[in-house]
């Protein structure tokens, strides 16, 4: 029989230490022949990443040595870290951003040379030719002086002999380059600023010649309103890509020198290209095209065959990416609301389905586990819809009191151009399975819902948002499911900085958790790294013609408007959303009166990687509700300093 106990307060078995090891951040699986790769993280070594061979055999083996972190810092979010040939695999290394190369049976051997400053090259995203002489992939220079970045597209010598040579420049960022299988041409993506990739691409196409060098540039598709993602050329050789030209990310083909569209659909086959190498497409042997889809915020697998219906793939999961293909078997990265993200491979020709790596070695007790359930609410004064997932408290040991509805954490995801998604996410059973609601909004400007509803965030960053998040918490209050007068919201980076305004421009809310948010906009736009430098154009105005709107849509100016407990973390070497922020708002914080707490982490950045960061913050986070919203937590807390305290 279910014990009666205050919600918050319920005792579970998933707990702060088990989410910060348990799930280890997977990404990028890759196979040659029957070898599946991926890099997997690992928290309780400082959040390095290695890479994982599993041989045809059956064998796993962890192929980068210890003292290695495949991970590149090119736009800073990285991607495309790392390449695997039959021979070797080549890799970026985090501390030096190094390009390596490594043998098989052999240590990793530096083929770029040691920067002048730390990190000041930086590599992603590789391709190599046939020959396997030459690598062709993205650079990020960072000048001695501090000034901004310049991308271009490099070759580097495979055997570390010659240093990179720029092969293709003359815009502000560029991607997804592209060798055409028999190694007459090279594709790739280009945008400049004040864009952002999921604003306007370009896609270009041109000769690629022996020695490296690319002549007679021409462009494909793709312009200042366009986004164009994932370039990949076919086995025959027929340049695919993704546009969402018609409103939606949908696969199309250059054939016989027309474009055409090879499965129109008001779904999105495409997503927002925050790092680099991601991949939602991939060929079969039998010439069939595997893709994956979003639509109401759910992934779908389908089989595309030009001219012939969309064959849909029966999966037991809910969200999919890093689609790879061998020819006849399919590499991906899925997950569902029971499972954690794994990498599954699928053949074909068999339909036959087998995990080869886990992100969670065990899955919770299904018991335990929270189920979403797909929310549309009113927004904007009731002439829009938004969109949320929704988690009402699940344990099977514990039920709240009579009479009593349980307290809500509204968490606004990060991006913005982001999107909420249905995977096993311990994260948040940590807080269901204590007796806490938690719904993860899909506010406007989220991606997977169209390019329309994308753009309900230009020009209103701070306002959408803000209501969507106020707005999906109401509805659920009217509704039964959450207490009204219990309302937490909780975001990082971009959803911090929704978390803020949340918090500093309205009144529903009785707590919030800022981790990394954005404070000063107007310190972001001038303070930050190059590819979101000027990411702001788009949600707020130019700098600084639109000083005016940065400063009234800041929360750190008008702190004084705060009537509510907020507890805020920062990693220390955070150069997307510097100290400086956070600092700022425990400065106003402290000097208003109210509660609030400051954790600030040595060695993180942004992101927390560390397996005892991310553990202290949950349970830092849980000790801070506790205290707001007055219950006794079931675990054993090592107390936080709350400045202000009542």
């Not at 008008?558 to 600092?583: N, Y």
Request: hydrophobic share 40%; aromatic share 10%; charged share 20%.
């Amino acid at each position: 029989m279910s014990q009666v106990a205050p919600y918050g307060s319920w005792r579970s078995p998933i707990s702060a230490a088990g989410v910060a090891v348990d799930a280890v951040p997977i990404a990028q699986p890759s196979c040659i022949g029957d070898d599946v790769y991926w890099l997997e993280g690992r928290p309780d070594e400082g959040g390095r990443y290695v890479l994982i061979r599993l041989s045809g055999d059956g064998r796993r083996t962890e192929v980068t040595p210890n003292q290695f972190n495949v991970r590149t810092r090119a736009h800073e979010y990285g991607g495309g870290a790392y390449l695997v040939t039959t021979s070797s695999v080549f890799f970026s290394n985090f501390a030096d951003q190094r390009l390596y190369r490594q043998n098989r049976g052999s240590q990793p051997v530096p083929i770029t040379a040691e920067p002048l400053t730390p990190a000041a090259d930086r590599f992603a995203d590789a391709r190599v030719t046939a020959d396997e002489q030459l690598l062709v992939c993205v650079r990020e220079r960072h000048p001695s002086d501090g000034g901004e970045a310049v991308n271009e597209l490099v070759v580097v010598p495979t055997d570390g002999t010659a240093a990179p040579r720029t092969i293709v420049t003359g815009h502000d960022f560029f991607s997804t380059p592209r060798i055409s299988p028999d190694g007459q041409y090279l594709a790739w993506l280009t945008w400049d600023h004040p864009r952002m990739p999921w604003d306007g691409t370009e896609l270009w196409v041109g000769d690629l010649h022996a020695d490296g060098s690319v002549t007679g540039a021409r462009l494909v598709a793709g312009g200042p309103s366009e986004s164009i993602f994932q370039p990949e050329w076919s086995p025959a050789g027929v340049l695919h890509y993704i546009s969402d030209r018609t409103g939606w990310w949908n696969l199309y083909r250059v054939h016989k020198g027309e474009t055409e569209p090879l499965a129109p659909m008001e779904a999105e086959c495409g997503a927002p290209q925050w790092v680099f190498g991601m991949s939602r497409y991939a060929f079969l042997d039998d010439g069939r095209i595997a893709m994956l889809f979003s639509r109401d915020g759910f992934d779908h697998l389908a089989y595309v065959t030009p001219g012939e219906p969309l064959d849909e793939v029966d999966l037991p999961y809910t969200v999919l990416g890093s689609l790879v293909s061998n020819g006849g078997a399919l590499v991906m990265v899925g997950a569902s609301p029971t499972q954690g993200a794994s990498v599954v491979r699928l053949t074909p020709s068999t339909a036959r389905v087998e995990i080869v790596g886990r992100s969670v070695e065990d899955d919770p007790d299904p018991a335990y586990v929270a189920l979403p359930r797909s929310v549309a609410f009113p927004t904007d004064r009731g002439r829009a819809t938004a969109y949320a997932l929704f988690y009402p408290p699940v344990n099977p040991e514990f039920v709240g009191p009579d009479g009593e509805d349980p307290p809500l954490i509204v968490i606004s995801h990060g991006g913005p151009t982001s999107m909420a998604s249905s995977h096993l996410d311990l994260g948040i059973q940590f807080w269901t399975s204590r007796g806490f609601g938690v719904v993860d909004v899909n506010y406007g400007g989220s991606s997977g819902f169209g390019r329309s509803y994308r753009e309900r965030l230009n020009g209103k960053w701070g306002i959408v948002d803000t209501d969507d998040c106020i707005n999906a918490a109401r509805h659920l209050a009217a509704e039964g499911e959450a207490d009204g007068k219990r309302l937490a919201i909780r975001g990082a980076s971009a959803g911090g900085y929704t978390t803020l305004c949340a918090l500093v421009f309205h009144d529903d809310f009785a707590a919030g958790a800022s981790y990394f948010g954005v404070a000063d906009c107007a310190a972001l736009a001038t303070d930050t790294h190059k590819f979101q430098s000027r990411y702001l154009v788009g949600l707020m105005g130019p700098w600084p013609e639109a000083r005016d709107v940065y400063y009234q849509r800041s929360p750190i100016h008008f702190a004084d408007r705060l009537s509510c407990p907020v507890i805020l973390f920062q990693g220390l070497e955070d150069e997307i959303v510097p100290p400086a922020q956070a600092e700022s708002m425990a400065a106003a914080l402290r000097a208003k009166g109210l509660p609030f707490a400051y954790l600030a982490f040595e060695g993180e950045q942004h992101g927390f990687r560390k397996a005892e960061t991310i553990q202290r913050t949950l349970e830092a986070e849980l000790y801070f509700y506790a205290a707001v919203f007055g219950f006794a937590p079931a675990d054993e807390i090592e107390p936080i300093t709350i400045e202000n305290a009542p």
